[in-house]
């Protein structure tokens, strides 16, 4: 294990020199085990806490926990450090987990009394558990990293008995218990006491859920979660077979929505198709709020007082990394008098600890939430991206769009202050736009098109596009990248991605209820029914009343306008 930790410390150390630290041979540093409870209930949460107490200049450590695995359930950790160092993911092996952590770049080691992983285990049989520190490998921040003496602190033990409110079998089935007059059956009400570190956890359980599926008339149950102020972070388990089977029976509700007073998070059961569910599967979603001190200097520069949400979500202790569009967050934003409400966006912290922008995320002004699918869990942040050009005057029917796809980086200005709201659009371009815009890059595409090259800055977008069916191509065999975009055609795209990405409500194509262009008979036949759908559904107007001139080219607001629209109609 030394020698595995040495090799990272090392090639961090290698990247910058090392401020000088003085170093004390003689050092006790303290590794110990808190427990959040000593006695909990079968199917509960246990949260034990790794704390290092006296420590100097620990740059890096590597240690091993060994558990009861026949009373206790590994379902997760945390780390304070998470954005300042390494942390490894834990790897598990039998009753066994190992942590490893390396501080990064030119810093000293940790010193003093510091909080460093939360474990989480679920209950899972009576008797006496323990959980205790195995191994303990500690090195310094010096050019040469020093082995440093370390002292791993005792064990803690823990109890389980059985849950009171497990249902007692019955030979023949029995009502369903009577409601009180202003219980919620589709609701699940979990509460706990935060640690005193503002840890909150909590678990719902197989008999809870399955009422509230077999109860629930709407399309999800919610799980609500209350806690206190002082709570930095919320965890909450659930038993992963219990919900997939309850789901299914249900014949309706097939989400759950499981609301914090940090973030709301919807769960669809097909976040987890491609796992391995057993019968003793635990989930578990952690959100937490970050440490500012702990995010590089530049993201705290750019999101200021905003907080940034630690999102994970865990089937038994390991991270579920593709969620499968099955996911969707809200987390809060208050909007001051001066902002744009188009303009509120989602950015997440990369690994390369840089601010990448989620671009299918909206505002709700009536609640104050923005809304956005994850593909994956990471820190995110809610931020008012102020953008602004000086040729938009006159052009208040497409501010909204420009403004808001410009916020989400999705189009640039001509140059840094100037839109061109007047210039044409290219093929290429207006494919990259709705490409971007909908999350439909697709890195194992190809593009067939003769005038595609394979290193042009379009390649991506259109080979996607061609592969999920948005575009055909001219039958020359280009794509005629360089071609300003007919209105008849970006009518088309339109149509086909509302299609793609089920939108509700479009009105239907009907001869009797046709509005139709004066100029309707010199669109090309196979744009007729778009043009006339995209009208009647409001998201794509004439160019002059009862007009709709069909060959002439589109401008980059009237495709911003379109496109935006188009975006906000949405569920």
Known sequence: MKRYLQVICLVFLLLASMLPVSYAEQVSNTFELQSSSDNV?????????????????????????????????????????????????????????????????????????????????????????????????????QPQPQTLVGVAGGEVKITVTPTSSSPSPSPSPSPSPSPSPNSNLNVITLEAEPTDKGIVSVGVKANELFTAFEQSKKESVLIQVTSKPETTEVQVSLPAAEWLQSASQSGHADTIKIQTDMATITLGTKVLKNAQVS???????????????????????????????????????????????????????????????????????????????????????????????????????????????????????????????????IIDGRSEEYYVPEGQVTRAEFVKLLVQLFDLEDMTATAAFSDVASDAWYYRSIASAQKAGLVQGKDNGSFGVNDAISREDMAVLIFRISNMSGISGLPSISNNTITRFHDLDSVSAYARDAVSLLQQSGLMNGTTEGYFTPKNASTRAQAATVVYRLFQSIN
């Open 41 to 141: 209930q079968s199917g509960e949460n246990i949260i034990i806490t790794v704390r290092g107490k006296s420590l100097v200049d620990v740059y890096g450590a590597e240690m091993e926990l060994a558990y009861d695995s026949t009373k206790l359930q590994y379902t997760g950790y945390s780390s304070t450090l998470s954005g300042e160092a390494f942390v490894r993911e834990p790897e598990t092996l039998d009753n066994k987990i190992s942590l490893v952590f390396t501080l990064t770049g030119r810093r000293a080691g940790l010193n003093g009394d510091k909080d460093i992983f939360t474990i989480t285990f679920k209950a899972i049989g009576n008797g006496n558990a323990s959980v205790g520190l195995l191994s303990l490998s500690l090195l310094n921040s």
């Open 279 to 409: 019968e003793s599967s635990n989930l578990l979603f952690t959100v937490a709020r970050v440490d500012p001190a702990t995010l590089p200097l530049e993201v705290r520069q750019k999101t200021g007082s905003q907080t940034v949400y630690d999102f994970n979500l865990m089937l038994d202790g390991k991270r579920l990394t593709h969620l499968n569009g099955e996911v969707q967050v809200e987390i809060p934003y208050i909007l001051s008098p001066s902002e744009n409400p188009n303009q509120v966006v989602i950015y997440f912290l990369g690994d390369d600890g840089k601010l990448e922008v989620v671009r299918n995320a909206k505002y709700n002004a009536s609640t104050n939430m923005v809304t956005f699918k994850p593909n994956h869990f990471s820190k995110y942040v809610a931020y008012h991206s102020m953008v602004s050009f000086k040729d938009m005057d006159g052009y208040g029917w497409a501010s909204e769009g420009v403004l808001g796809l410009a916020a989400r980086e």
